[in-house]
C-alpha cells in the first residue's frame, strides 16, 4: 500500500525493511522457541543498526539519535514490528523509546546528560512505573497511591529561612508548606508505594515513577514525575511477573515497592505536580509507537500465512484458491489499512503540535482490534504450523494480546472518544421535533 509518506520517512523504511529481512528476521528465526536471546545477540543487532544508519532516528542527533520527527519515523517504525527484535535492534523499542522521548521533552540538561545519553547509547535500560496493584492507579490514574514527600524537615535545619516575602506569596496556597520554591536545592523526595507491570524493570538502571506530590489537590495537578536509580536505597523488586507472552527480547515486566526511596530534588522530571501532563505527552507518541510496532507485526502475521496457503495444499487446491479464506484475507488487509492511515493521520496532528487525544485513542482502539484479529487469522490459516513456535506467530498471538489492555484498556479509550462524540449532543433538540412526546 502506497502512504505518500515523505521522502525521508519512505527511504528510511526502505533501508529498515532490507535490515530486518537481511539481518533481523534470520536472527529471530535461529531463536523461536528458545525464550529470551541474550543481550549479546541484541548488541550485534544495533552494532548492524548502526552500521545501517538506521539506529534511534527518533532521537535528536545532539544526544545520539538521528533527529527525525515522528511522522518521518512512522513507518520505519512499522517495519520494526515486523519481527520481536526489530525495534530493540533500531532502539525504537518500548519502555526506552517512550522514556527517552519524555526525558528528551522535559529532562534537564544534567538528567539528558546522565539519563537520556546513555539510553540512547543502548548503556543503560529504563523502566515507566505509573500502574499499582488494586486499589491503586490502573484505568483509573486518579487513584495513583504512591507518594512523594519533600523532606521539609531534614532541609529546614540546613537550608537558608525562606524570604518574608515568598513566604507571603506562599501563603494561602495548598502546596506551600512542604516546598518553598527558594529553598529546592539540597532537597530530597521520599517516595513509598507499589507498582506492577513495569516493563523492563528488572533490567532497568532507572525507573519513571509517577507519584503523588500534592494529596490535596485534584490528581492531575497533583502528581509528578522522578527518575529514581533502581539501586537506591528502599527500591526493592518483588519480581518479574510471571505473564502471558512471548519474551524473546527479555523484557519481562516487574512489580516493585518503594519503601522510603530518597531521591535529590534535581530527579524531579519537569516542572513539580505536572506528572500528568507530561504522562499525556509522553503516552500520545507511545500508544502510536505502540500502534506502528504491532501493525508492523499484523503486516508480517499475514505474509507469514499467506505463504503458507500459497504453498499448502487440501481439497484439491492451496489454500490461498480457498474463497472463503481469500475473503478472510481480504478483510484483514482492509481493515490494517485503515488502521495504519488512522495512526498517520494522529502522528499528523501530534506533528503539528495537537495532543490529538482522539485521534491517538481512535488509533489504539483500533489498531489493537485489527492487529489481534489479523494475527488470530494467521493462525487459524497455517493449522498446527501456526501455533508451533517453528514460526513466529504464537509468539505474536501472545504479545497482541496485552495490546487492548496496554497504553489504556480499550475501555478507558472508548470512554475519550465517547466524551467528544457526546461533547454538545444536547444541542441538537430539534432532530427530535418531528417526534411525539408524552
Ligand atoms: C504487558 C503489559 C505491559 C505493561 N507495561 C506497563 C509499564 O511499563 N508501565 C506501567 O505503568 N504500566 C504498564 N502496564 C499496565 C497497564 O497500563 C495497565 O494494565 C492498564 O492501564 C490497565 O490497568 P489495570 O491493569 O489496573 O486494570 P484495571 O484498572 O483493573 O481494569 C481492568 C479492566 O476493566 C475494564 N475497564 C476499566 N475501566 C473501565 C470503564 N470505565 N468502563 C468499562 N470497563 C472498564 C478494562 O477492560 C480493563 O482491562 C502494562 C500492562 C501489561 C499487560
Redesign the pocket.
Known sequence: MEYHDSPTATELAARAREFVDEVVIPTERDHLGDGPVGEDVIAELREEARRRELYCPQIDETHGGMGHDLRDVLPLFEEAGRSLLGAAAMRVDA?DEGNMHTLELVGTERQKEEWLEPLVAGEIRS?????EP?QGG???PKMLATTAEKDAVERSSTSPAVPEAQQDAAEGSPTSTASPEATRDGDEYVIDGH?W???QGSHADVLLVMAVTDPDVHPYEGASIFLVPTDADGVELVRDIP?L?PDLDGHG?AEFRFDGVRVPAENLLGDENAGFAIAQQRLGPARLTHCMRFSGMARRALTVAKAYMSDREAFGSTLSEKQSLRYDIADAETRLHAARTMVRHAAEELDRGSQARVPVSMSKLFAADVAAEAIDLAVQCCGGAGISRDLPLADFYEAVR?FR????????HQ?VIAREAFDGADEHADELENLPTF
Open positions: 519502555p523502566g515507566f512505573a505509573m500502574t488494586r490502573g484505568s483509573d507498582k507491570w513495569t516493563t505473564h507472552g515486566h496485552a489492555i496496554v497504553d489504556g484498556a480499550d475501555e478507558v470512554r
